[in-house]
């Protein structure tokens, strides 16, 4: 299980690598010569673990054992946050959310394609944060402040959308990871609402988990999801 996050207190920003069987837990605070400030995306694939740092503007490249290997990308970055990648394609997806595009990348780091500017119509964004490719090779996008759920086929082009700002049950308050499952419903995290709900792809809710609270069940601002 592998996890970026921010504890308190000076060089306790880290990547945190969980071996389950082992009931150890890893902890990697360097990329080279910067010391993680703000790690936010993380994602492993068969071979390979990418970090994005959303205040050093960059994305690492560590190997499954927490080694570090390289920075991903010579390309600038405003503030860079969710990450997917396909294997099979050898491409990663990048939130930038200051700068309210989706980047794509090649395996070598080049970039291949961009999308967004700052709006509410579909291809555009307010604040992208979390992503999630599906077995399809859609990907879907958090929309963060515009309160929606955006759809994306694998060339860019758009898809779908679904979600709009409310307190009732299938709205957003404050949408945080996504994911699908292999049937295809998404799952939505609300970081106000401290639960999930459950979408088919056409925006129907199906089901919500989780209340406020520290008991079995319960969540307090739950931020990344992941099936």
């Not at 099979?88 to 980047?103: F, N």
């Not at 944060?129 to 929606?148: E, F, I, K, P």
């Not at 401290?194 to 988990?209: A, N």
């Amino acid at each position: 299980i592998y996890g970026a996050g921010r504890i308190t207190g000076k060089n306790n920003h880290a990547l945190f690598i969980y071996d389950v069987g082992k009931n150890s837990v890893q902890k990697i605070s360097r990329a080279g010569n910067d010391n993680l400030e703000s790690p936010i995306g993380v994602i492993a694939g068969a071979e390979r673990i990418f970090v994005s740092d959303s205040a050093l503007r960059k994305i690492f490249v560590y190997d499954l054992r927490g080694r570090f290997l390289k920075t991903f990308t010579d390309h600038p970055l405003a503030r860079p946050t969710g990450l997917a990648f396909d294997e099979k394609l050898r491409k990663l997806y990048v939130a930038d959310t200051a700068a309210h595009q989706v980047l794509v990348f090649g395996d070598d780091g080049a970039l291949q394609k961009a999308w967004g500017s700052r709006g509410s119509g579909p291809g555009q964004f307010n604040y992208p944060t979390h992503l999630w490719l599906d077995r399809d090779g859609s990907l879907l996008v958090v929309d963060s402040m515009n309160y929606r759920v955006q759809i994306f086929r694998s060339d860019g082009g758009f898809a779908g959308e679904f979600g709009h700002q409310g307190d009732a049950s299938g709205e957003f308050a404050s949408p945080k990871g996504v994911a699908a499952d292999s049937d295809g419903h998404v799952y939505l995290v609300d970081a106000l609402f401290d639960s999930v709900q459950i979408f088919d792809r056409q925006g129907q809710l199906l089901l919500t988990f989780g209340e406020r609270g520290a008991g079995p069940g319960q969540f307090w601002l739950p931020a990344g999801i992941f099936v």
